[in-house]
């Protein structure tokens, strides 16, 4: 789930019985693809590498969005900023922007590039838990606006950061019952019926497509293994 | 053709088409943000798509029915009015039609022949149709809870039509437009207010980053598709160079006959088939006669060209596709011939006589014939127990031996064939 490794030189020479498993895999195509340690490594690390090309293409797109969503908040829920002395600010916005930030430009520092998946995961479940906490801590139409950021920062999630499967799922339960865990502790009152809706289905349902494009994607990495075989083999025999 | 006999062909076409690698090496390399393809590309990664939403299609419509009855549930749970009150034309009629929208994916999911229709035709009017009028619910009866819900169903459907159902990045942009602008006009006509922040996120923002994600999901698949045409362009290249290494390995250069390794190769298989058949079979142990003179006298360039018009008369005297001739060794041929006796090796043998003979090769130092002859030794077995292929060999060559020693261009066996007498070329 977490280890990415991107292996030197032709995978093949070192373990030969993966292409065997590729053929076989690709024919049936199984509905369940376990990769094996080795290339499951491999393909967390393109995973990686697509989310930071992801992030890098999109970095200025989303940070537009997050001032489009604040400006909105300053401008139609000021009463709510101005509270106790801007607390929803210090609480939750500026870590939340820090964690974007964080996401954002992240992949320029190398060791987070190398261990990408351990730092994404625990932003991912801080961002989430924040967000839901807002969705627990206000009522009305504020709550109702923060769901819709839940929701697009659930499906950034997936796509955009680009988490295998069940490492996703460990994201947004962690997440969830991080944020019940502490909404039980400061008495805040949970609204089950919605939260039901806008998360539990709303994630089984990005977990769904999650999984479906994972299952893609997968076939598409075996199809690339076969590629850089054929190419070994064809520069060998010439 | 099925769909996928059909993508296969398509990808079979383009890989014959060297610019095709071209192409694909190209745009791998420099990783356009628009990936355009060529017309035929493009056909084949529509037809890929196509087949993609026919694999996921059975599963994923009954995950739709899961989620619209959970939904159905959910709602009638929270909101029984929506199903009583008339007010609420709209929400019914979005989940009746939702409802008539699943069950015929569920039903259609199971006749294959109907999913490309569907991918192509019916699911863009579909899915533009159902969230128009979940739009148009959420903008109606925005001043209760009913609104809000009917924007998070606006999401989910959203995510389908944008993420899961194998569409363009633009047909999910189209259907976002024409949905929003039906549902627009509507609330125009009615006079309806469009409650702008919840319409700005839930709709504006959100389908934004959603056509986003459709985009480069699809970049990525194209990016994709072309590896997997690579794939076939380099597995036929591998099968081509496969096919070259094997007539190399097994041809002999200068004769162009099968070579000593074809030939033991052969050898070991006709044997043990002849044993499990118990069939005879024999084989041609020939050798051109005097051809040290004619080395010495023509040349070896001359030597080489007689070696192969020898070897050319042997192919065309050798009739059967199971028949092998090859050349065993300097100035050595042999054929081997499967299910055949002592007679029917001594028709062929007769045969490569004659058709070396009617070449006329002029070999002025020859001792037996003004031409080029040779000597046939034959041998015939019924391979068992008691003999082996050493053996069969070994004896073949020793009736070439009786042949040569019986003044050449003749042909003799190994054991005399029963009721036929020796055959004497008579010059």
Redesign the interface.
């Known amino acids: 789930m977490f280890k990415q490794q991107l292996h030197q030189g032709s995978i093949l020479q070192q373990f030969p019985y993966l292409l065997e498993y590729t053929l076989e895999s690709l024919k049936k195509r199984k509905f369940i693809l376990a990769f094996p340690a080795v290339l499951e490594a491999q393909f967390v690390a393109k995973r990686a590498a697509e989310s930071q090309a992801f992030i890098n293409t999109g970095r200025y797109l989303l940070i537009l969005l997050f001032l489009l969503i604040v400006t909105n908040v300053t401008f139609y829920y000021d009463y709510i900023i101005l509270t106790n002395n801007y607390q929803i600010i210090r609480q939750t916005y500026i870590p939340l922007s820090i964690a974007i930030t964080f996401i954002l430009f992240s992949p320029f520092i190398r060791y987070v590039r190398d261990y990408f998946y351990y730092f994404m995961a625990l932003c991912a479940i801080f961002i989430i838990y924040h967000i839901l906490i807002l969705t627990f801590e206000y009522n009305g139409d504020y709550s109702n606006f923060v769901v819709y950021h839940l929701m697009m920062a659930i499906i950034l999630m997936a796509f955009g950061l680009r988490f295998v499967l069940p490492l996703f799922v460990i994201v947004l339960v962690s997440a969830a019952s991080l944020s019940i865990g502490v909404a039980e502790f400061r008495d805040l009152s949970i609204n089950y019926a919605k939260f039901s809706n806008y998360y539990i289905l709303y994630s089984c349902v990005v977990i769904a497509l999650t999984a479906i494009s994972e299952w893609h994607e997968r076939l598409a990495f075996f199809t690339k293994f076969i590629i850089r075989s054929s190419i070994f083999r064809i520069k060998y025999i010439k | 053709m099925n769909a996928e006999g059909q993508l296969r062909s398509l990808l079979n076409g383009l890989s014959q088409d060297n610019s095709v690698t071209t192409f694909a090496q190209n745009s791998l390399y420099t990783k356009p ?1 628009f990936v355009h393809f060529r017309p035929d590309i493009e056909n084949a990664f529509l037809a890929k798509r196509s087949l ?1 939403f026919s ?2 299609f059975r599963i ?1 419509s009954f ?1 739709w029915l899961t ?1 619209y009855a ?2 159905l549930l ?1 709602t009638y ?2 909101f029984p009015y929506i199903f009583t009150n008339k007010s609420y034309i709209i929400w019914q009629s979005a989940f009746l039609s939702a409802g008539i929208l699943v069950l015929g994916a569920c039903i259609c999911s199971f006749i294959t022949s109907t999913h490309h229709f569907i991918h192509q035709y019916l699911v863009a009017p579909a899915m533009t149709l159902l969230l128009y009028q979940l739009l148009v619910g959420s903008v109606a009866h925005a001043d209760n809870e009913s609104g ?2 009917a ?2 169903n606006i ?2 459907t959203m ?2 039509a944008l ?2 159902l194998r569409l363009l990045w633009q047909k999910g942009l189209l259907i976002l437009a024409c949905s929003s602008m039906m549902a627009y006009a509507t609330c125009f006509i009615n006079n309806w207010n469009i409650p702008l ?2 319409a ?3 709709f504006v ?2 389908g ?3 056509v ?2 459709a985009f ?2 699809e970049r ?2 194209r990016f ?1 598709f072309l ?2 045409i ?2 076939e362009i ?2 036929h ?2 099968a081509r ?1 496969n096919r070259h ?1 094997i007539t190399i390995a097994r041809e002999d250069a200068l004769s162009g006959l099968a070579n000593r390794r074809a030939f033991d190769d052969t050898l070991v298989i006709e044997w043990d088939r002849a044993r499990r058949e118990e069939q005879p079979l024999s084989l041609l142990f020939m050798d051109v006669d005097h051809f040290k003179l004619y080395n010495d006298t023509y040349g070896h360039g001359a030597g080489d060209d007689c070696l192969r018009q020898v070897a050319t008369a042997i192919k065309k005297a050798v009739l059967r596709p199971a028949d092998l001739a090859a050349r065993y060794g300097g100035e050595e041929f042999v054929v081997l011939l499967p299910a055949t006796d002592g007679h029917g090796a001594e028709e062929v043998a007769e045969r490569i006589l004659r058709t070396v003979d009617s070449l006329s090769i002029p070999h002025k130092r020859s001792l037996v014939s003004y031409h080029v002859t040779v000597s046939i030794g034959i041998c015939s077995m019924l391979p068992s127990d008691k003999n082996n292929i050493a053996m069969f060999v070994e004896n073949a060559d020793a009736a070439l031996y009786k042949a040569k020693t019986s003044g050449r261009h003749c042909l003799k066996h190994y054991i005399e064939p029963p009721a036929l007498n020796d055959f004497h070329f008579k010059h």
């Open positions: 943000i993609e694999h996921i994923a995950l989620l959970v939904i959910s749970h929270h809000l819900y924007s998070y999401i989910i995510i389908i993420n899961s922040l919840p700005l996120h839930s923002l959100t934004i980053v959603l986003n994600i480069f999901i990525r698949e994709g590896n997997e690579l794939v380099k597995t290249e591998l160079i290494l």
